[in-house]
């Protein structure tokens, strides 16, 4: 796994301050005031602080933007990064310096002076999560990346703060790298084993293999993966940090490759569904992030892992295929192989642990992109207090999220002639016919929400907290919503 930037946090010393070789970050305000690191630091550098603060580019910079000077004056330090932020910035604010400390930080490390600076712990997570860097299969050109030390005032108060960040970082970090290995890595058993892996840090994990899918009936599921030598697979992931109470469901679609089965997608951008496994990763990385914290929280986390090929075995348009809950569904098209995946896995997760709510996450539907592009994941629900819930946790954290709307209107566009629905409606409203089929596998009174994160599991561009790649979108969001609603 990519290891998080070593990030700690030490008394402030401005006697190390002349000799560091590295990079030496400073904060100043709005209107130009320094702290006192901030200040020694401008005596040293005979006032470079200071012109920086009355140059009309640091009048430009906006809240949480950082700017260099190479090799000042009267230090050794390779360059002075001077970060614009408010006395008591924001959470995206802080994050946001963080993430610029992180693109400026080199192999030789970076001495950051915070003091008494405010949310210095999300400063620390700003720059843990942009310091990110997937290069597994790379033999040369890795970035190299020195250690973090935050000089504080308050260093045990600031560890104790950035702890459970940390913890999200590695499990967004373990997302994102699941999310971004080749098929050839990360086949359904090299997915599986990882997650098994999983037990050395207190979850109780299971991997329930073909035969036991099929003895429980999972012929939704099995139909996607026929036709591919990797065996389909059910991982079960238990966080019992909580007392007796029942726990809440995380599920997650887990097509390690989609080539859209006998329904071929086009050969251009085939490369790029690596990543359709996202929401089995996001699962994966929550479940990570809450035994990491030690969350006091009951939390299941679920992933069917299969991959979608095309073979003399594969599952054809026109099939008809029986789920676990026993209704059958005619497949129309077999490359809306995820919702077949996510109702055997959603209907398994209710019979067995009947949980208190459910989400499951899945890169479902280009429909989503045309809707909503790369800013939004789409949220579907059966429960406006569960959802709610859900939109302030990913509004908390900055992670892009809209409601999208439902009805049984939609239904009729899932009939068929031979089988008790199909397993898609046609190209109108694509994303809204697919939540209405997954939501036929969720009980009456069982609170759901079904992300649908197409647009945001992996990007082209660099976002506010990291680069170009998989996101690793929904952990903190959904680390957010446990410990704001299930954790006493």
């Given at each position: ?17 002349a000799?560091?070789?590295g ?6 305000t ?8 901030a ?6 550098t005979?006032?470079t602080?200071?012109?920086?603060a ?6 430009k ?13 009267g230090?050794?330090?390779e ?6 932020l ?31 600076t405010?949310?210095?712990?999300e400063?620390?997570f700003?720059?843990a ?56 890595d990360?086949?359904?058993t ?21 035969d036991?899918l ?30 007796d ?9 887990g097509?390690?490759?989609d ?7 086009p ?17 994966s ?16 986390g ?9 073979s003399?075995n594969a599952?054809?348009?026109g099939?008809v ?17 995820g ?5 055997d ?9 009947a ?17 909503l ?23 908390d ?7 999208m ?7 009729k ?12 409606g046609?190209?109108?409203a ?6 209405q089929?997954?939501?036929r596998?969720?009980?009456?009174d069982?609170p ?5 994160i197409a ?7 660099e ?11 929904g952990v ?13």
């Amino acid at each position: 796994m990519t290891a998080v930037t070593p990030i700690s946090f030490a008394e402030y010393a401005a006697d190390q301050l002349a000799d560091f070789s590295g990079k030496i970050a400073v904060f100043v305000t709005e209107d130009g005031k320094m702290d006192s690191g901030a200040r020694k630091v401008n005596t040293l550098t005979r006032k470079t602080v200071a012109r920086v603060a009355e140059s009309d580019a640091f009048e430009k910079m906006k809240a949480g933007d950082v700017t260099a000077v190479a090799m000042p004056t009267g230090l050794v330090a390779e360059a002075l990064l001077v970060v614009k932020l408010p006395r008591r910035p924001t959470v995206t604010e802080a994050r946001k310096a963080g993430a610029g400390l992180a693109k400026a930080l080199g192999k030789s490390g970076l001495l950051v002076l915070a003091g008494s600076t405010y949310r210095v712990a999300e400063i620390g997570f700003g720059v843990a999560m942009r310091a990110y860097t997937y290069e597994d299969h790379k033999t040369g050109d890795k970035a190299e990346r020195g250690d973090v030390t935050f000089m504080v005032s308050d260093p045990s108060g600031a560890e104790t703060a950035f702890e459970p960040l940390a913890a999200v970082a590695e499990g967004t970090f373990f997302t994102r790298d699941l999310t971004n290995a080749p098929a050839n890595d990360l086949t359904t058993t090299s997915f599986a084993n990882q997650l098994a892996d999983l037990k050395n840090i207190g979850l109780k994990v299971e991997v329930l293999e073909e035969d036991q899918l099929e003895k429980l009936g999972m012929g939704s599921l099995l139909c996607v993966g026929q036709g591919s030598v990797s065996p389909s697979k059910v991982v079960v992931m238990q966080w019992n940090g909580g007392g007796d109470e029942k726990p809440f469901a995380l599920v997650g679609k887990g097509v390690v490759f989609d080539t859209g089965g006998i329904s071929l997608k086009p050969g251009a951008g085939m490369e790029d569904m690596t990543m359709d496994m996202g929401g089995a990763g996001v699962v994966s990385g929550v479940m990570k992030a809450l035994a990491l914290r030690k969350a006091k929280a009951n939390v299941v986390g679920l992933v069917g892992l299969v991959e979608n090929m095309p073979s003399g075995n594969a599952v054809r348009p026109g099939d008809v295929v029986t789920s676990m809950k026993g209704d059958t569904i005619e497949v129309i098209n077999t490359d809306a192989e995820g919702r077949l995946v996510l109702a055997d896995v959603l209907w398994y997760a209710q019979e067995r642990f009947a949980p208190v709510g459910m989400i499951n996450l899945a890169t479902l539907t280009g429909a989503i992109l045309v809707a909503l592009g790369h800013e939004n994941a789409g949220v579907f629900s059966n429960d406006d207090d569960l959802c709610g819930a859900f939109l302030k946790a990913a509004s908390d954290e900055g992670e892009g999220a809209w409601r999208m709307p439902m009805g049984p209107a939609y239904d009729k566009l899932l009939k068929s002639r031979v089988a008790d629905m199909k397993n898609i409606g046609g190209r109108m409203a694509g994303s809204i016919t697919a939540a209405q089929f997954l939501q036929r596998f969720v009980k009456d009174d069982t609170p759901w929400c079904h992300l649908d994160i197409a647009g945001t599991a992996s990007v082209k561009s660099e976002t506010a907290l990291a680069p170009e790649g998989a996101t690793g979108w929904g952990v903190m969001a959904l680390n957010r919503l446990i410990a704001d609603k299930y954790e006493g």
